[in-house]
């Protein structure tokens, strides 16, 4: 079986069903798609599209992810479950409606987004980075995670940990152009913001299309409120990922000088990354997660892509108490 993957549209045009196969036509002509070998769709232009296209996705289940002109998520059209399970919704509302069934969850979540942090301030404090203090203080906010006792305070921590995180990438990138100064967002103020909002919408949405291969609802998260937002499962479970996907990227992408100064504009109150950088940062990204890493549990490779999707398994064996959740902690 061939490895389906992401297919990603940057043009304006017309996205529409051809006989058994997807054709996507812009003014420049025609680009058939065997739909066999798409996993799901990001879509970055103005793309047209029909009832019949949709139906067509749903048949194969193929995820659409659309963005806005400013690379801002928008949504997605998320077919028919067809691994949903009854079972597993009563028990994912159970967590979450119980405070502490809910908070064990969402603790575990911080733990692992905190300390797959650390992992990556050693790696580069090993390398001559003097990130020993901040490395000391995310283990720290790390350690207290087990005394919290609500969601808010959790968020709290989580939060002040990862702008101490943060601070730290002038240091880890030593360049001026792409100086953290602070977290911005909608829109990012800076190029360094621009490529953390562009990488943590990309891997929001990647850990949605790999829920819907699962039993689990994606409406139902614990550590971002279950309210009125479509999705926030994968929210949760994309923290644990963040730095180990997304911000060793940007420094790999910073470092080798593959995105400078030239890939970014300025639009209306903020920064916008040309097509070139997107195209460059998704390049990598893809090859990333197509990356293997030996895997201790299971005693063979196993991709960053296939991670996100073995976290959701432990998650679901988690709620129907089969075995206890323990995030995922990168060995490097």
Same mark, same amino acid.
């Given at each position: 079986?061939?490895?389906?993957?992401?297919?990603?549209?940057?043009?304006?045009?017309?996205?529409?069903?051809?006989?058994?196969?997807?054709?996507?036509?812009?003014?420049?002509?025609?680009?058939?798609?065997?739909?066999?070998?798409?996993?799901?769709?990001?879509?970055?232009?103005?793309?047209?599209?029909?009832?019949?296209?949709?139906?067509?996705?749903?048949?194969?289940?193929?995820?659409?992810?659309?963005?806005?002109?400013?690379?801002?998520?928008?949504?997605?059209?998320?077919?028919?479950?067809?691994?949903?399970?009854?079972? #597993?919704?009563?028990?994912? *509302?159970?967590?979450?409606?119980?405070? @502490? =069934?809910? &908070?064990?969850? %969402?603790?575990? !979540?911080?733990?692992?987004?905190?300390?797959?942090?650390?992992?990556?301030?050693?790696?580069?404090?090993?390398?001559?980075?003097?990130?020993?203090?901040?490395?000391?203080?995310?283990?720290?906010?790390?350690?207290?995670?087990?005394?919290?006792?609500?969601?808010?305070?959790?968020?709290?921590?989580?939060?002040?940990?990862?702008?101490?995180?943060?601070?730290?990438?002038?240091?880890?990138?030593?360049?001026?152009?792409?100086?953290?100064?602070?977290?911005?967002?909608?829109?990012?103020?800076?190029?360094?913001?621009?490529?953390?909002?562009?990488?943590?919408?990309?891997?929001?949405?990647?850990?949605?299309?790999?829920?819907?291969?699962?039993?689990?609802?994606?409406? #139902?998260?614990?550590?971002? *409120?279950?309210?009125?937002?479509?999705? @926030? =499962?994968? &929210?949760?479970? %994309?923290?644990? !990922?963040?730095?180990?996907?997304?911000?060793?990227?940007?420094?790999?992408?910073?470092?080798?000088?593959?995105?400078?100064?030239?890939?970014?504009?300025?639009?209306?109150?903020?920064?916008?990354?040309?097509?070139?950088?997107?195209?460059?940062?998704?390049?990598?990204?893809?090859?990333?997660?197509?990356?293997?890493?030996?895997?201790?549990?299971?005693?063979?490779?196993?991709?960053?892509?296939?991670?996100?999707?073995?976290?959701?398994?432990?998650?679901?064996?988690?709620?129907?108490?089969?075995?206890?959740?323990?995030?995922?902690?990168?060995?490097?």
């Amino acid at each position: 079986m061939a490895i389906q993957k992401t297919l990603y549209i940057f043009s304006d045009g017309t996205l529409r069903r051809e006989g058994n196969t997807l054709c996507y036509e812009t003014g420049e002509g025609k680009r058939f798609l065997p739909v066999e070998d798409i996993q799901e769709i990001m879509a970055f232009g103005e793309v047209e599209l029909n009832k019949k296209l949709l139906e067509f996705l749903s048949q194969h289940e193929i995820l659409l992810h659309y963005f806005n002109y400013y690379d801002y998520y928008m949504g997605t059209f998320y077919p028919r479950e067809h691994y949903n399970s009854g079972f #597993i919704t009563l028990k994912q *509302a159970e967590h979450y409606l119980n405070e @502490s =069934l809910r &908070l064990e969850l %969402a603790k575990s !979540f911080v733990s692992g987004a905190l300390r797959n942090i650390e992992t990556v301030l050693k790696y580069y404090h090993k390398r001559g980075v003097p990130l020993g203090e901040t490395a000391e203080k995310i283990k720290n906010a790390e350690e207290n995670v087990a005394g919290i006792t609500d969601i808010a305070e959790l968020m709290a921590l989580e939060g002040n940990a990862r702008e101490e995180y943060y601070r730290a990438f002038d240091l880890i990138l030593d360049n001026p152009v792409f100086a953290f100064e602070k977290r911005t967002r909608r829109p990012p103020r800076n190029n360094l913001n621009t490529l953390i909002s562009f990488g943590n919408s990309l891997l929001y949405t990647i850990v949605l299309s790999e829920i819907y291969k699962t039993h689990l609802d994606p409406r #139902i998260g614990y550590l971002h *409120a279950t309210n009125f937002r479509r999705f @926030s =499962l994968n &929210l949760d479970v %994309a923290e644990i !990922f963040k730095p180990i996907i997304i911000d060793r990227l940007i420094f790999t992408l910073v470092d080798k000088k593959m995105i400078d100064e030239s890939d970014f504009e300025k639009e209306t109150g903020g920064i916008v990354l040309k097509e070139k950088g997107r195209k460059r940062f998704i390049e990598e990204l893809d090859k990333r997660l197509n990356t293997t890493i030996n895997h201790r549990a299971v005693g063979r490779p196993v991709s960053y892509r296939r991670l996100i999707r073995m976290e959701l398994y432990k998650i679901e064996k988690h709620i129907i108490g089969e075995e206890p959740y323990r995030p995922f902690i990168a060995q490097w």
